[in-house]
């Protein structure tokens, strides 16, 4: 089975902080997405990766960074964390031909104060 | 840019309930198109998926069918069970690799 990790379940971290979300998957796919869930809008791509060193922008990519040296991880960094950016942060993967069949990991759910 | 409707929710069901979830889309072209299930408190899993105009897909007794003509890819199933409870999500292809997803559907089934 494709396992997708994520380093926290729960952050609570302050704002002007610096923040590092990681994302491991084990099935060696190419593409690996973050998204942000928020109620009543669904998820919202942040950023996306289709390979190592390489990344696209997302729909709100606005406060965030990427980082993807290895093929199995995808960190996702807040410069300076804010608190409208208290979400709960999803990491997926897939891999070419089926892009769309992503694997999602368990969640970190970040509270900034 | 593709977007995604879903109907609002909750919806809440008696156990063994038809259920309908609509889902509408816009698009340039002839997405693929996807349902994603998420459980309490965990990431979202595939549910079921439609390449192509009337493609039906399905699983666990779920079905959709990719209706070109309206634009929709609405979910059913026939008897809910109360397992069903979680948050249901539309999504389309947007042609390079991303998707984009709907807001949710929370679904509530009572026993």
């Known amino acids: 089975d494709v396992k997708v990790t994520q380093s926290s379940r729960y952050l609570v971290k302050r704002t002007g902080e610096k923040v590092f979300l990681e994302c491991v998957q084990d099935?060696?796919?190419?593409?690996m997405f973050w998204y942000r869930q928020d109620p009543g809008l669904g998820l919202r791509l942040i950023y996306f990766s289709y390979d190592v060193k390489m990344k696209e922008k997302g729909d709100i990519p606005e406060g965030y960074s990427v980082s993807r040296e290895k093929k199995e991880r995808f960190s996702l960094i807040l410069e300076s964390a804010s608190t409208n950016q208290t979400s709960m942060y999803l990491c997926?993967?897939?891999?070419?031909?089926?892009?769309?069949?992503?694997?999602f990991g368990p969640g970190t759910r970040l509270t900034v104060t | 840019g593709n977007s995604v409707t879903q109907m609002e929710g909750p919806v809440t069901l008696s156990e063994e309930a038809f259920l309908t979830i609509n889902c509408t889309y816009t698009a340039t072209g002839y997405p693929s198109l996807f349902w994603y299930v998420q459980y309490p408190g965990e990431g979202l899993q595939l549910l079921l998926k439609a390449t192509k105009a009337d493609d039906k897909g399905s699983n666990k007794g779920f079905e959709a069918t990719y209706r070109k003509e309206t634009t929709s890819f609405h979910l059913e199933k026939g008897s809910v069970q109360v397992s069903d409870s979680a948050v249901y999500f539309c999504?389309?292809?947007?042609?390079?690799?991303?998707?984009?997803f709907g807001s949710g559907t929370r679904l509530q089934v009572q026993p």
């Open positions: 997926a993967s897939s891999t070419p031909p089926r892009d769309g069949e992503q694997y």
């Open positions: 099935m060696d796919h190419e593409n």
């Open positions: 999504a389309s292809d947007t042609g390079r690799r991303a998707l984009t």
